[in-house]
């Protein structure tokens, strides 16, 4: 439909520093509680291998652990992303399912909100498309192959580091609910 896929963009290195840290966080909280369980202390052995073999023979935690922290933040810091193809892009709202095509003709402008990370992208219904990756002059280059025009002044510069920000807050917040809930035992049998 969309044609021959000519780029993909990424996740912010930052964010993925930040996800990695998140998945240790919880990976040293998975694996250290494992200890305090009955059936593991039973069993008398307390090595590496033996964590491994415990979840092979109970997996409730691992697939609460594989559901709830691997798979989000493998899909986030790996696969997920706007990808632009010959004749418009798709862009990615977060789930597969939510992905919404655009066609370059349906672009009206484009605005650079960060010189190295950030742009914004309208359509003529009015639709607004903030499009963030590590190096974004590659999503310029593609833009001005289809002669839409863009501004590359910065005023809307100050209101990105905010949602930034908010991003932050609310990622932090809801690793805490996550520790907060799994302390509290409401994940377990």
């Given at each position: 439909m969309l044609g021959k896929k000519l780029y993909k963009t990424s996740m912010l290195n930052f964010f993925r520093l930040g996800i990695v840290a998140i998945v240790i966080f919880f990976f040293n909280d998975f694996y250290l509680e494992t200890f305090t369980y009955e059936n593991f202390q039973a069993?008398?052995?307390?090595?590496?291998?033996?964590?491994?073999?415990?979840?092979?023979?109970?997996p409730h935690e691992f697939i609460i652990f594989l559901c709830l922290i691997l798979?989000?933040?493998?899909?986030?810091?790996?696969?997920?992303?706007?990808?632009?193809?010959?004749?418009?892009?798709?862009?990615?709202?977060?789930?597969?399912?939510?992905?919404?095509?655009?066609?370059?003709?349906?672009?009206?402008?484009?605005?650079?909100?960060?010189?190295?990370?950030?742009?914004?992208?309208?359509?003529?219904?009015?639709?607004?498309?903030?499009?963030?990756?590590n190096s974004v002059e590659r999503v310029i280059a593609i833009l001005d192959q289809h002669n839409i025009k863009g501004d590359l002044a910065q005023d809307?510069?100050?209101?990105?580091?905010?949602?930034?920000?908010?991003?932050?807050?609310m990622i932090f917040g809801f690793t805490i609910f996550i520790f907060v809930i799994k302390r509290l035992g409401l994940f377990q049998n």
């Open positions: 069993d008398g052995r307390f090595k590496v291998l033996d964590v491994i073999d415990y979840h092979f023979r109970y798979i989000p933040a493998i899909y986030y810091g790996l696969i997920r992303g706007v990808r632009f193809m010959e004749k418009g892009f798709v862009y990615n709202r977060g789930l597969p399912f939510f992905n919404h095509a655009v066609l370059y003709s349906d672009i009206k402008t484009y605005k650079l909100l960060h010189p190295k990370m950030a742009i914004s992208i309208h359509s003529l219904k009015g639709d607004v498309f903030v499009i963030a990756d809307d510069y100050v209101r990105l580091i905010g949602n930034f920000k908010k991003f932050f807050v």
